[in-house]
């Protein structure tokens, strides 16, 4: 069974940063394609950015430019830097870890970004 556990959501100003990360259970994230998604109160789940296991990136129009997701297969853990917050960006953040053609999907328990003066 595999684990995604996300960490360092916090409270941030408008047009500050902060760093998100999850922390995978075993060395998944070369085989798994690894996502952030978003939800905020009232309004669905949404893919953030995504890095499949052969590197692709896709990130939501919303965030392009702003946003950067990376992994690091040898800690087992991937990031999400998220700079020029808006208040819009408050959110649940959530760790997905996922294989094409596979039931092999897994959620974190998510980490709460909030972006307000």
């Known amino acids: 069974q595999v684990q995604v556990v996300e960490s360092g959501g916090g409270l941030v100003q408008p047009g500050g940063s902060l760093r998100l990360s999850c922390a995978a259970s075993?060395?998944?994230?070369?085989?798994?394609?690894m996502g952030w998604y978003r939800q905020a109160p009232g309004k669905q789940r949404e893919l953030v950015a995504s890095?499949?296991?052969?590197?692709?990136?896709n990130y939501a129009d919303s965030v392009k430019g702003r946003f950067t997701i990376s992994r690091d297969n040898a800690k087992n853990t991937m990031y999400l830097q998220m700079n020029s917050l808006k208040p819009e960006d408050t959110a649940v953040y959530f760790c997905?870890?996922?294989?094409?053609?596979?039931?092999?999907?897994?959620w974190g328990q998510g980490t709460q970004v909030t972006v307000s003066s």
């Open positions: 997905r870890a996922s294989r094409p053609f596979s039931t092999n999907d897994y």
């Open positions: 075993g060395s998944i994230l070369s085989i798994y394609t």
């Open positions: 890095i499949a296991s052969g590197g692709r990136i």
